[in-house]
């Protein structure tokens, strides 16, 4: 995995790099909003920021199996309490930093309609972010059972290692449908969106950041983390379609 | 009746063979590497090259002109390998009973009986003697009923006695059950025993063919490349008053041979005497063991291996090999024309038949 | 064993097995002509035969992937046919086959190399074709190198997971075999369960491997006879 190889390339320099690189563990569906957060971070202040996206389950499982992440920003509160419970968060940096949607999309050249949960049904394969675990997946999974459909759709459903996967298996065609964040969708012009899960129906979807200690507190994480909740990062969310939160720090 | 008209590409040269059998025992001799196994292999059907005709007892196995060539499993022809080549995983009764099958005729009782096999049957290969296993391997050969008996060097695998033990068997295959042998050899004596025409073969061509006797006799002994090489001594038995028994083989020259009980006087015998057996000496022997002092003129002097040479001595009108080093041929000044002194060791005369 | 368990490894032993079974006829066939033709090209398909032991799984399952895809030929056939491959335990088995097919040929082929050429010459004189040779004396005398390389086949298909993940997908209930499923349990913090199946995977293996032992220990007391 890339987080791994990244950690063993990160244990190599010696500490006293360690102020000039921040390490960014990241929920997969902000991969792309990050990377130009972190390039703009990097031209304000200075420190090279470094990414690993990926599901924020397995991100969250790696923090706290020692991997030397100095921040970490997850799709759902579960996987940061997870973190937090483990001593690994430095206090007084937890935010809540963005919320999304979710969608449904097809392939972009698909006849495929869905105007509700339940013509989903007649998909003969749906793709979700693995919904044991992986916080788009469990988001999902929130929804089609708040609405009832959850049991019927559940032997069609594909699980994937994140949400990206999941979206990439729609673009090729693999499956009929998936169910991703409206920010992905938006990042790919091969899939189309054809229902978007009103609010009513969907769960509250909050993206929590915090900084991390290894032991020694990042003070390079910290502002990375005071960065994301500024003006420059938050127009860039935006600009992808996430909705960003008041961004008040948490008790 | 055996026609070979055979045409096969090999690494060094051609087989180009043709020749035509009507005896019920054919003995292919000749050099290793002269095309002896690939013209048994070419019968059997087991080389994809062969070109021009073979009939083996009317029936048509190959025949080029015409695009026919029959597959091995169809021509029924017995193939038995030099080394026998039994199926380990099974008895030698299942191995005899290998290429029988309803609809087939079968020999396989007969075979076995012929052969002396029942009480080997139930065991597996891998516990035979080498000679069991060449009967075995004859066996089941036989059983399938063949037109003809392919034998490759049948008997080289085994030690001298040994072979004296299976040529009976070779014998009764062709007398007996009346199967027609073609059967590769090095060994003269066993053709001169078994063989009633014969093929010489050099280098894929045929050097002789014809009926055993004239081909096999005479001077091109060491064209043969045979080795050891044997003199066949052929003649009737006496038993002269001072005792012992002796082989009249011509007029003055008589050899004295084991004596055995069970042979009479007056019966008609052939014992082998190898080349390198004979003693040579350019000057009268006197006081030697040797019971046979014979005298002769060398005919001819041949090259024969590393060091070696043959000489054919005339004794009384009969041709012996003997076979000398280069050394001694040099030393002693024997040439052709020389007037030579042969010993004989009543012990080195092997009884044939 | 606890109830979700027994399922699983039911599934992973069936899906091995039916691999196994699928690539044998081709995979005996395929050893036998490695062991017995020499011709032109012989060494570009043993390159080609060899290529699933070295390529990353991964990549073998990419091109499985692509070849079964939906827009591909043989994906839009199989669609027109109403057969589905991908993300169904058909692929599961597909993937594991191609994985294990390697190991097969290399023990079958050893297993027929060791049988002398000639035997079967000589049970052709005896009236069988060559099919008919091939049966009665062929593999009646390989048949330890083909039952050895089954078992690296089906311990093989048994550990196969980077083709099958890409190719089958890590669908509980579906397509999940042994190999995924300690993948998904450690995903999902669930490191016990995932060392248990471990465990199990390590048993099955163990006895597998150990099997092949006793198999070549018995061949090579036989040639030595």
Redesign the interface.
């Given at each position: 995995m890339r987080t791994l190889l990244l950690a063993l390339l990160l244990a190599l320099p010696s500490a006293s790099l360690a102020g000039e690189r921040v390490l960014v563990f990241a929920a997969a569906s902000t991969t792309d909003a990050l990377q130009e957060v972190g390039r703009a971070f990097t031209k304000q202040q200075g420190p090279r920021v470094e990414f690993a996206f990926g599901a924020s389950s397995d991100l969250a499982r790696q923090a706290v199996a020692g991997a030397p992440a100095d921040v970490f920003l997850s799709a759902d509160t579960a996987k940061m309490d997870q973190v937090e419970k483990a001593g690994l968060v430095q206090a007084g940096t937890r935010v809540e930093l963005l919320s999304n949607r979710l969608v449904v999309v097809v392939p972009v050249d698909s006849k495929q309609k869905v105007a509700s949960a339940a013509d989903l049904r007649g998909v003969k394969r749906l793709t979700l972010a693995d919904p044991a675990a992986v916080p788009a997946g469990l988001y999902a999974k929130g929804w089609l059972e708040k609405v009832g459909v959850w049991k019927e759709l559940e032997p069609l459903v594909v699980p994937t290692l994140d949400v990206r996967a999941a979206l990439a298996a729609v673009e090729a065609g693999r499956v009929d449908a998936g169910i991703v964040y409206a920010t992905d969708a938006a990042q790919s012009k091969r899939v189309r969106v054809v229902l978007t899960v009103p609010e009513a129906e969907g769960p509250r979807i909050v993206y929590p950041v915090a900084a991390l200690s290894r032991g020694k507190d990042s003070e390079a994480g910290r502002a990375f983390v005071h960065f994301l909740a500024g003006d420059t990062a938050r127009s860039i969310f935006e600009r992808y379609g996430f909705i960003v939160l008041s961004g008040k720090p948490q008790p | 009746m055996i026609e070979i008209s055979l045409r096969l590409p090999l690494a060094r040269f051609a087989l180009e063979i043709d020749a035509r059998f009507t005896s019920a025992s054919v003995a292919v001799m000749g050099r290793s590497g002269s095309g002896k196994t690939s013209l048994l292999e070419s019968l059997a059907g087991l080389r994809r090259g062969a070109r021009g005709r073979l009939v083996v007892g009317g029936h048509m196995l190959l025949d080029s002109a015409v695009g026919m060539d029959v597959p091995p499993e169809e021509r029924r022809m017995g193939y038995v390998p030099q080394d026998s080549l039994l199926f380990p995983h099974l008895t030698a009764r299942e191995n005899v009973r290998f290429g029988v099958r309803k609809g087939r005729p079968s020999r396989v009782d007969e075979a076995v009986a012929l052969l002396e096999l029942e009480p080997l049957l139930h065991r597996y290969p891998v516990t035979l003697s080498g000679g069991e296993r060449q009967r075995v391997a004859l066996a089941r050969a036989l059983a399938t009923d063949p037109a003809l008996l392919l034998l490759d060097e049948p008997l080289a695998a085994l030690d001298v006695a040994l072979k004296e033990r299976v040529l009976p068997y070779l014998l009764r295959i062709r007398d007996e059950a009346r199967v027609p042998l073609l059967y590769v050899t090095h060994q003269l004596g066993e053709a001169r025993v078994l063989a009633q025409e014969a093929l010489l073969l050099e280098e894929g061509r045929v050097r002789a063919v014809g009926p055993a006797d004239a081909v096999l006799g005479g001077v091109t002994r060491g064209l043969l490349g045979m080795e050891p090489e044997e003199n066949i001594l052929e003649g009737s038995l006496e038993r002269p008053a001072e005792g012992g028994l002796r082989l009249r083989v011509a007029e003055g020259f008589s050899l004295w041979v084991p004596d055995a009980a069970n042979l009479a006087a007056g019966v008609h015998a052939a014992y082998a005497v190898l080349a390198e057996d004979i003693l040579l000496s350019v000057g009268p022997l006197t006081g030697v063991s040797a019971r046979n002092v014979l005298e002769g003129t060398v005919r001819r002097s041949e090259e024969a291996g590393v060091g070696d040479r043959v000489l054919l001595v005339e004794v009384a009108g009969v041709s012996l090999a003997v076979r000398v080093t280069e050394g001694a041929v040099r030393e002693l000044r024997v040439v052709e024309g020389s007037r030579v002194f042969l010993a004989v060791k009543t012990s080195a005369c092997r009884r044939l038949r | 064993m606890s109830e979700g368990e027994l399922p699983l490894v039911f599934f992973s032993l069936t899906v091995a097995a039916l691999a196994t079974l699928l690539i044998l006829p081709p995979g005996v066939a395929v050893a036998y002509g490695l062991a017995r033709w020499e011709g032109a090209g012989k060494g570009l398909v043993e390159t080609l035969l060899s290529l699933p032991l070295v390529l990353p799984p991964t990549a073998v399952g990419l091109v499985l992937?692509e070849l079964l895809?939906?827009?591909s030929p043989l994906g839009r056939a199989l669609d027109a046919l109403g057969v589905e491959v991908?993300?169904t335990p058909k692929a599961v088995v597909l993937a594991s086959a191609v994985m294990a097919f390697p190991l097969l040929v290399r023990a079958a082929r050893s297993g027929f190399e060791e049988v002398?050429p000639?035997?079967v010459?000589?049970?052709?004189?005896?009236?069988?074709?060559r099919v008919r040779a091939f049966f009665?004396?062929t593999l009646?005398?390989a048949w330890r190198g083909v039952l050895t390389g089954a078992l690296l086949a089906f311990s093989r298909a048994l550990g196969e997971f980077g083709a099958t993940v890409l190719v089958a997908?890590?669908?509980?209930g579906?397509t999940q075999t042994l190999s995924l499923a300690i993948f998904?349990r450690?995903?999902?913090?669930q490191d016990a369960e995932a060392l248990r199946l471990a465990g199990i995977a390590t048993f099955i293996a163990f006895a597998a491997i150990y099997a092949t032992e006793i198999l070549s220990r018995r061949r090579g007391a036989r040639a030595r006879?």
């Open positions: - | - | 992937l895809a939906r827009g991908v993300f002398d000639r035997l010459a000589v049970a052709r004189t005896l009236g069988d074709s009665r004396v009646p005398l997908g890590n669908i509980p579906r998904h450690t995903q999902l913090g006879a």
